[in-house]
């Protein structure tokens, strides 16, 4: 039994959020008189004590508060909590960056500044740095989620910089649990099963093995079942005005024709190309003078319908542009098997062995848009351009025609279909206890995920669909309903089926920490811990025998590479009691991070330097009355880049999300690639890279606040914090290179594209330190409770104000970029205000759950970014869109649980989340992914859903 002190430090600690009861151990040790008291760690600190005098601005979630938010896996639980921004949707892998990823991001900082535990254990990170695939975490086997809310990184280490998220899993369970659920929106489904089981009284036994296997699956949602979602082009009104925004693709069906020819001056005579400094003619390879040529673009279908696009297609230009978002899965599907055992047993009296596995099998498929050919030259003399493209080719373009392109949309292949499995174990296995009064744990923890990327469909063979297109057996000119069954059938049997890359990460970490009073002074008890970690990781890309063979249209194979690093640090913490009211926390910690090698290109070789740093942090907590809290903390922290932003190649990474006019853009600034634009607004291929000039990013951070809780149940707390970041590290997103091409000018490369052999126009995001960052903001929560005559009603206000994010512009001593309120240059929002309330409920053997989620507005991008903008009574008068900026609203979610529990041993579940079925707002930001008119990463795209839920204890 905890003592009074012990047990009342408890009850405040949950009712102030700010410390937690983590890792309750088996250890005693005697105190005064015979009663045995249990020593508490605290997330946040490495030291176990006998209360919880140190504060600490933490969350708890419980498995209750869990169940209550009605969440059915990890990443939606952390979408929950308004203290979390920036973070990896699913819907991010619908053609954007996701990969198969979602991930936890305290502050808009970003995943990789949030450290994600397990059981107080690091993971093995997706990206070869600190981020967590939380599609790894089974939800069933979770007992709480502990919150740190503050900076960590003298106690951690480099990726602790906005807080901890620490997973604590079931133990000493001697019962079944049986769970099942079902999960149904409109016109898609997911369901859920576990079991989770344990024998063995840790206290009477001496040991436990608890065992957890769950399975979840996830159906897809498609665009089309969804009014918002159904198509790219967009009514909308502005201003008065009524306008259509068209987010499409010149990569169209029917295809659209790109006539090239030799251009002549008004004597008739051929121009050639010179070069601009000495302004001599430039010769090609055979030693004749190269001819500027010209391209004249136009819609066979269109031209043959009295200048009107296919119905799936709208004006863009001289061509017509494809409704891509019609044919997308707007929701990937997904299946996660996932399992856990651990066991813990007494050695003797002060010692206990204990081991955990857990093994999780993750797999997300994810169709997007039918895939785009890019130009392709079609033989002239074939039948298909005779046919299609001759009759209406003006007499100069035909008399000097040099050859014909199209652009295709193989929709009758089907949608872009991918796979992405990921693998992921992790095992830990260690002893603890104590000697003297002394706690220590020493443990070794091993981990490793793997995923694969498997191409199942939609993506054309090279060779077999060129020459299926130049034949003209499929008629790439005509209406996609046109085509036979066995026409469509041709296209389909050219698609690409295999394993297409393999990422695998590993770690493998020996840590080890020890912490006891030091000392009793008149105040109280000094603390003292110290620690030590060693920790081997290795990241590593292979590319699959269909990728190196470049057998799918025009992509070439990346480079295959092979990263390790290593690294350790040792921390001391040390707990001064000031005054019997007043404690003082320090700690500091040396980080070495060893420099990273590849196996792969250079035998071993280092690519980089070890970086090390010094980090500390002091805070300090103050209780003038047992009801008030008021606390406060300043510390430093220190990242190391991660193996890929340092040592990755140069890669293909896409197409940008959105279309840009590259002659405007580029010509504004008169760059030297200008010449390689395309005519239109298209997208524009991506690369990634490493950059081993990066330095570490640095932070210094400080939070004071207050916490007032009351006897009867009430409890308010605000928090400030302020942290800034130097020599952060990011990638440049499209937008914010394109629409700074004086400033990125470096960033812009050619590249030669493989279909028509001309040279192109394309971005390279490579990691570098932009600078200087600035965030700051305040949490706050209030919490009440009432008791009513039929039962007590419990509600609690919760939310996160932003005051200030804003980054240095790379360049600039004193310009500075936001997203504050609004879409900013990363193609991002920092949102202002983020408030959940829930109000619970209990009458009987019934408890009722009302949650409130909302997100403030914020000023959308210009139309004219991503979308294409006309009078929607005239698609041929195009208007300036970049003058079209809207303002989103307000978005909030209401989402209704009523639980009841048959007897001692049922609980019986009926909810409805989303429960005014609440569509997304409109948005013409165009960055997450293939979505297009809202922002899958903002806003609830399943609609009102409906679930039951079913548990039972034997």
């Known amino acids: 039994m905890l003592n009074n002190k012990v047990s009342k430090a408890v009850r405040l600690a949950f009712a102030f959020g700010a410390a937690s009861t983590a890792a309750f151990s088996a250890n005693t040790f005697a105190a005064e008189g015979d009663e045995q008291v249990e020593r508490i760690e605290v997330t946040g600190s490495s030291i176990k004590r006998t209360d919880l005098e140190g504060a600490l601005p933490i969350d708890v979630i419980s498995a209750a508060d869990i169940a209550k938010t009605g969440v059915t896996s990890v990443p939606d639980l952390i979408a929950t909590l308004p203290s979390m921004q920036g973070f990896t949707t699913a819907g991010e892998s619908v053609g954007g960056g996701g990969g198969g990823i979602q991930s936890a991001s305290l502050r808009n900082l970003g995943a990789e500044y949030t450290l994600v535990l397990l059981n107080g254990r690091r993971m093995p990170s997706s990206d070869s740095g600190g981020t967590i695939n939380l599609n790894n975490i089974p939800l069933a086997a979770i007992k709480r989620v502990e919150i740190l809310k503050d900076g960590a990184s003298a106690l951690y280490g480099s990726d602790a910089i906005a807080g901890v998220i620490n997973f604590i899993l079931k133990d000493d369970v001697q019962e079944t649990t049986i769970s099942a659920r079902y999960d149904k929106p409109q016109d898609t489904s997911s369901s859920s099963f576990s079991i989770t089981t344990g024998f063995g009284d840790l206290s009477s036994d001496g040991f436990n093995v608890l065992a957890s296997l769950s399975y979840e699956e996830q159906d897809s949602l498609r665009s089309v079942d969804r ?190 279909t991918t796979e992405y499995n990921t693998v992921s174990n992790h095992f830990v296995a260690g002893l603890r206890g104590e000697i003297n009064e002394w706690a220590y744990d020493v443990a070794v923890t091993a981990g490793d995920t793997k995923n694969e990327e498997t191409r199942i469909t939609g993506f054309p063979l090279e060779k077999e669909f060129l020459a299926l297109a130049s034949s003209g057996k499929v008629d790439i000119f005509d209406a996609p309903e046109n085509l036979s069954d066995e026409q469509r059938q041709m296209v389909a049997d050219t698609m690409f089926s295999g394993l297409w890359q393999t990422t695998d990460t590993s770690m493998l970490a020996f840590e080890s920490k020890l912490s006891g009073a030091l000392a009793d002074i008149d105040a109280g008890t000094v603390y003292l811990g110290v620690g030590f970690d060693y920790r081997q990781s290795e990241y590593s890309l292979t590319n699959g025998a269909g990728q190196n063979a470049e057998i799918v249209l025009f992509e070439a194979a990346g480079t295959e590479f092979d990263l390790e690093r290593d690294g350790y640090g040792a921390f001391a913490e040390i707990i001064v009691p000031v005054l019997e009211n007043l404690e003082v926390t320090g700690s500091l910690r040396y980080d070495n991070i060893g420099g990273i090698t590849d196996s792969q290109r250079t035998g071993n070789q280092n690519v980089s330097d070890d970086v090390d740093d010094t980090t500390y942090k002091i805070s300090a907590s103050y209780r003038p009355t047992d009801e008030l809290l008021v606390r406060a903390s300043y510390g430093t922290g220190f990242k190391a880049p991660t193996m890929r932003q340092i040592g990755a190649p140069r890669l293909e990474f896409g197409v940008s999300s959105a279309a840009y006019d590259c002659n405007a853009l580029l010509g504004a600034t008169n760059h030297p690639l200008k010449q390689y634009c395309n005519p239109e607004k298209i997208q524009y291929d991506m690369y990634r890279e490493g950059n081993v000039e990066l330095s570490p990013e640095e932070s210094e951070q400080y939070s004071v606040g207050f916490v007032w809780a009351g006897d009867s149940g009430t409890s308010f707390g605000i928090d400030y914090w302020n942290i800034e970041m130097t020599n952060e590290v990011r990638r440049l997103e499209p937008n914010q290179i394109w629409f700074d091409s004086a400033t990125y000018a470096d960033k812009f490369v050619s590249k030669i594209d493989r279909g028509t052999g001309d040279t192109t126009v394309a971005i390279v995001r490579s990691a570098q330190n932009v600078g200087k960052s600035n965030t700051s903001g305040i949490d706050w929560h209030f919490d009440l409770t009432n008791e009513l005559s039929f039962g007590t009603l419990k509600t609690s206000f919760q939310g996160t104000y932003l005051i200030e994010n804003r980054s240095l512009k790379v360049g600039t001593t004193d310009e500075w970029d936001t997203s504050l309120g609004q879409v900013g240059p990363d193609e991002q929002v920092a949102f202002r205000n983020i408030i959940t309330v829930t109000n619970t409920l209990t009458h009987g053997d019934f408890t009722h759950s009302l949650n409130i989620r909302a997100r403030s507005g914020y000023r959308d991008a210009a139309a004219g970014v991503a979308f294409r903008v006309s009078k929607a009574d005239d698609v041929s008068e195009v208007v300036d869109g970049n003058l079209i900026q809207r303002q989103v609203p307000v978005y909030t979610l209401f989402d209704y649980r009523l639980g009841y529990a048959y007897g001692d041993n049922a609980n019986l579940t009926f909810g409805v989340k989303n429960l005014l079925d609440r569509n997304p707002p409109v948005s013409f930001n165009g960055d997450a992914g293939h979505q297009v008119g809202y922002d899958p990463r903002y806003s609830d795209a399943y609609g009102r859903t409906f679930y039951v839920q079913a548990d039972y204890t034997f």
């Open 227 to 416: 009014d918002y979602a159904k198509t790219g082009f967009i009514n909308f009104e502005h201003g008065g005005e009524q306008y259509l925004a068209a987010a499409g693709s010149v990569n169209a069906i029917p295809a659209n024709a790109y006539a090239v020819y030799n251009t002549r001056d008004d004597a008739g005579n051929f121009i050639y190309q010179k070069d601009e400094d000495t302004n001599e003619y430039i010769l090609d390879a055979d030693g004749n003078k190269k001819h500027v040529t010209a391209t004249h673009s136009f819609n066979p279908y269109a031209k043959n319908n009295n200048g009107t696009c296919h119905e799936t297609s709208a004006p863009s230009g001289t061509a017509c542009q494809f409704d891509y978002t019609s044919t997308l899965q707007i929701q990937p599907e997904s299946e996660r098997t996932a399992f856990f055992l651990s066991g813990i047993a007494e050695i003797n009296d002060t010692t206990e062995a204990y081991s955990s596995f857990s093994y999780t099998d993750f797999a997300m498929i994810s169709r997007v848009a039918p895939y785009p050919t890019g130009p392709f030259t079609l033989p002239t003399e074939s039948d298909v351009v005779q046919k299609n493209v001759i009759p209406h080719l003006p007499e100069n373009v035909l008399t000097d025609l040099t050859r014909v392109d199209a652009r295709w949309r193989t929709l009758p292949g089907g949608n872009r």
